[in-house]
T-cell receptor, first 114, second 115 residues
Framework: AQSVTQPDIHITVSEGASLELRCNYSYGATPYLFWYVQSPGQGLQLLLKYFSGDTLVQGIKGFEAEFKRSQSSFNLRKPSVHWSDAAEYFCAVVPTSGTYKYIFGTGTRLKVLA | AAGVIQSPRHLIKEKRETATLKCYPIPRHDTVYWYQQGPGQDPQFLISFYEKMQSDKGSIPDRFSAQQFSDYHSELNMSSLELGDSALYFC??????????????FGPGTRLTVL
């Protein structure tokens, strides 16, 4: 069965520091990959997505993610974190055939220290 | 740009009552998905519709039913509500015709509280 693992439940970084959120997936073929951000009590906002091509994907708010097929990973990065980045981040995958339902990871809650 | 609309945004019900959640997809989108996000949990897929037909089913309780109407809006009906049904319910829409590029656009969610 397909699954998504976000190993870090909580991450705390200082404002201005770099950030990397990890995401690993388990699937027979390369799925479509997404990162979403959710602020408290809010909906899901798409940060970036990977379908094919260049393995380094640029997203909104200065985020980027790198797809590594050999590691089945799609880690999210940001060079310098802002206090407003504090939120919950979800990695999601969609199989490339059949159902298109999203399979979400358990999320990583980011705390930013001033 | 138009987004996915969900109503109501907040809903408070008593146990054993019934609730109806509505979702209005982005214009021209033909596919609707429903997800349930419990407190501190990741969103879990409930059910989806493509062109008014159920296309996939996840961990949706038998007490819940849903449908998609001719104007593509969808309603999630929840009966005999239980405390554990308290959650944030997301609706997402997509244009199935894009097939391989099936990005789902999420609505703001309906927060259901069962007392």
């Amino acid at each position: 069965a397909q699954s998504v693992t976000q190993p870090d439940i909580h991450i705390t970084v200082s404002e201005g520091a770099s950030l990397e959120l990890r995401c690993n997936y388990s699937y027979g073929a390369t799925p479509y990959l997404f990162w979403y951000v959710q602020s408290p009590g809010q909906g899901l906002q798409l940060l970036l997505k990977y379908f094919s091509g260049d393995t380094l994907v640029q997203g909104i708010k200065g985020f980027e993610a790198e797809f590594k097929r050999s590691q089945s990973s799609f880690n999210l990065r940001k060079p310098s974190v802002h206090w407003s980045d504090a939120a919950e981040y979800f990695c999601a995958v969609v199989p490339t055939s059949g159902t298109y339902k999203y399979i979400f990871g358990t999320g990583t809650r980011l705390k930013v220290l001033a | 740009a138009a987004g996915v609309i969900q109503s109501p945004r907040h809903l408070i019900k008593e146990k054993r009552e019934t609730a109806t959640l509505k979702c209005y997809p982005i214009p021209r989108h033909d596919t609707v998905y429903w997800y349930q996000q419990g407190p501190g949990q990741d969103p879990q897929f409930l059910i989806s519709f493509y062109e008014k037909m159920q296309s996939d089913k996840g961990s949706i309780p038998d007490r819940f039913s849903a449908q998609q109407f001719s104007d593509y809006h969808s309603e999630l009906n929840m009966s005999s509500l239980e405390l554990g049904d308290s959650a944030l319910y997301f609706c997402a829409s997509s244009l199935e015709g894009l097939a391989k590029y099936n990005e789902q656009f999420f609505g703001p969610g309906t927060r259901l509280t069962v007392l």
